[in-house]
């Protein structure tokens, strides 16, 4: 275990043990409130070459950092958009272009996250709310937050909790996200159950997984 990171241990009301790489290329373990860390040490070690694999993987397609200058790619929505700054009044992504105001160009990453954030808490709030009738579920409040271990999550009350980066992913990929966590407010685990009920509403939802996975590295602002 020499080369492989530290791990951050997250405890929960789980019966078995995961083990997953962040977007910010964290190693993470999901483990039982009450399991002996021997244990979980002794998991790490088992999965030892796939941590190496996945952590090699990861580094072969590091974060991409933000230069903000003109022409610069930028996702909203899934599409791609090419920085404009220029004589506009406000922030605006219309025909290719990702109009920037001049004026702001000072505190551009801030605005821009802001604007990314805005977008977010629209986009999800109404799909959760179209998705939550559709499917005849209830849930308690929506919070949203930058965790990048995490996509959603579905709290013990049904709170829901959501990445605000999703509105960089096409809208199917929000879809396949909200489906998850609203599906979470009945199914509590990720057995068969759970994926069935996934399934029923999003049948392609390991192509939306799958888009995270090899994209994640460019949802950044």
């Keep these: 275990m020499a080369n492989i990171p530290f791990p951050k241990i997250i405890r929960a009301n789980r019966k078995t043990l995961s083990l997953q790489i962040s977007s910010g ?14 244990i979980i040490k002794h ?21 991409v950092e933000k230069t903000y200058q003109e022409g610069e790619e930028f996702l909203f929505l899934g599409d791609v958009y090419k920085l404009h700054i220029g004589d506009f009044k406000e922030i605006d992504a219309k025909d290719g272009v990702l109009e920037f105001p001049e004026f702001m160009k000072f505190r ?38 930058d965790t990048l271990s995490k996509w959603g999550s579905c709290f013990p ?41 996934v399934r029923l509403y999003t049948p392609a939802y390991k192509q939306y997984k ?12």
Excluded: C
């Design 108 to 145: 551009i990453k801030k605005e821009l996250t802001n604007w990314y954030i805005k977008h977010a808490k629209d986009m999800i709030s109404e799909r959760v709310e179209y998705m939550s009738k559709k499917m005849g579920t209830q849930y308690k409040k929506i919070r949203f937050s």
């Design 210 to 221: 799958k888009w995270l996975d090899q994209n994640k590295h460019l949802l950044n602002i």
């Design 157 to 197: 009350d049904n709170s829901l909790q959501f990445n605000w980066r999703l509105i960089m992913t096409p809208i199917t990929v929000i879809n396949y996200v909200v489906v998850h966590e609203l599906v979470h407010t009945k199914e509590k685990h990720h057995q068969d159950g759970f994926w069935r009920k």
């Design 25 to 38: 290329g964290e190693l993470i373990i999901k483990a039982p409130f009450f399991m002996p860390d021997m």
């Design 43 to 63: 998991f790490v070690k088992q999965k030892e070459d796939w941590i190496l694999k996945a952590l090699k993987k990861f580094e072969g397609r590091g974060k």
